[in-house]
């Protein structure tokens, strides 16, 4: 079995392979310390409660874009696991090329997307993560990533709403009924994914129009992408396990 590691700002979510099929997941936070021990124990915890045999693991890939939380995390794949876990970063195999002035500043978060986008969509197509940030990245026809956006997450402006304001409160992030709001949480809830579904549709636009991709493709996913998916007839398809599908494939490719 394979156990991909997707290391988010807010959470890090996992998945086990059996083969080419994805049998379980799960997810915990990023920001809560640990040592090795602790997280070979959550891991191990969380895996059994699923039902999985960590016995069965013989491969483990890991995509990061906290560096802070690597050293306790490898540590502890190694030592619960006896696994020496792959790393995207630099040098390893992906099925797609950078295609930008420094591939180095693009992170591994958005190769798994755009890997994963790329293999199971064809290209040319436009990868859409809502997540602590909201990404849009470009691959073209031949498997090139040549261009990417990044805006903030929709939980980090509800955030810079309520801390930078006296009276506006915290809220609960979801789609409110309408536009047209007649209380302060509902203008609240309104601006944040509304003002989202209207980003969103206009960089798909724009990024049409200064490509020329008329059929490019346009993938989602991320924690709040079904949502705004729900909202818009620009995006084709939403894909909860996108990044977990990518980190499989560049495993494939580097066995």
């Given at each position: 079995?394979?156990l991909v590691f997707d290391v988010?700002?807010?959470?890090?979510?996992?998945?086990?392979?059996?083969?080419?099929?994805?049998?379980?997941?799960?997810?915990?936070?990023?920001?809560?310390?640990?040592?090795?021990?602790?997280?070979?124990?959550?891991?191990?915890?969380?895996?059994?409660?699923?039902?999985?045999?960590?016995?069965?693991?013989?491969?483990?890939?890991?995509?990061?874009?906290?560096?802070?939380?690597?050293?306790?995390?490898?540590?502890?794949?190694?030592?619960?696991?006896?696994?020496?876990?792959?790393?995207?970063?630099?040098?390893?195999?992906?099925?797609?090329?950078?295609?930008?002035?420094?591939?180095?500043?693009?992170?591994?978060?958005?190769?798994?997307?755009?890997?994963?986008?790329?293999?199971?969509?064809?290209?040319?197509?436009?990868?859409?993560?809502?997540?602590?940030a909201t990404t849009y990245d470009?691959?073209?026809?031949?498997?090139?990533?040549?261009?990417?956006?990044?805006?903030?997450?929709?939980?980090?402006?509800?955030?810079?709403?309520?801390?930078?304001?006296?009276?506006?409160?915290?809220?609960?992030?979801?789609?409110?009924?309408?536009?047209?709001?007649?209380?302060?949480?509902?203008?609240?809830?309104?601006?944040?994914?509304?003002?989202?579904?209207?980003?969103?549709?206009?960089?798909?636009?724009?990024?049409?129009?200064?490509?020329?991709?008329?059929?490019?493709k346009v993938i989602a996913t991320?924690?709040?992408?079904?949502?705004?998916?729900?909202?818009?007839?620009?995006?084709?398809?939403?894909?909860?396990?996108?990044?977990?599908?990518?980190?499989?494939?560049?495993?494939?490719?580097?066995?």
């Amino acid at each position: 079995m394979l156990l991909v590691f997707d290391v988010g700002n807010t959470n890090i979510k996992c998945g086990l392979y059996d083969g080419d099929k994805l049998v379980h997941t799960f997810r915990f936070m990023t920001k809560t310390p640990r040592t090795s021990d602790e997280f070979g124990m959550t891991i191990c915890d969380l895996a059994a409660r699923q039902g999985a045999d960590i016995s069965r693991i013989d491969g483990v890939i890991i995509a990061s874009v906290v560096p802070d939380v690597m050293h306790s995390l490898i540590a502890s794949v190694k030592k619960y696991l006896n696994a020496e876990p792959v790393v995207v970063g630099p040098g390893i195999k992906t099925g797609i090329n950078i295609d930008t002035p420094n591939p180095k500043e693009i992170g591994p978060d958005r190769i798994v997307d755009a890997v994963a986008a790329y293999e199971l969509y064809g290209g040319p197509v436009l990868v859409l993560d809502f997540g602590t940030a909201t990404t849009y990245d470009v691959v073209t026809a031949d498997g090139r990533f040549t261009a990417g956006i990044t805006a903030p997450g929709i939980g980090i402006s509800a955030e810079a709403l309520w801390n930078g304001t006296a009276k506006l409160p915290k809220i609960e992030i979801m789609m409110p009924k309408s536009i047209l709001a007649t209380d302060t949480v509902w203008s609240m809830q309104a601006g944040l994914m509304y003002g989202q579904v209207g980003q969103t549709e206009y960089i798909i636009k724009q990024v049409r129009k200064e490509t020329g991709y008329d059929d490019l493709k346009v993938i989602a996913t991320g924690g709040l992408g079904r949502i705004i998916s729900n909202e818009t007839d620009m995006i084709d398809e939403y894909n909860s396990d996108l990044a977990l599908e990518g980190l499989r494939l560049i495993y494939a490719k580097n066995r």
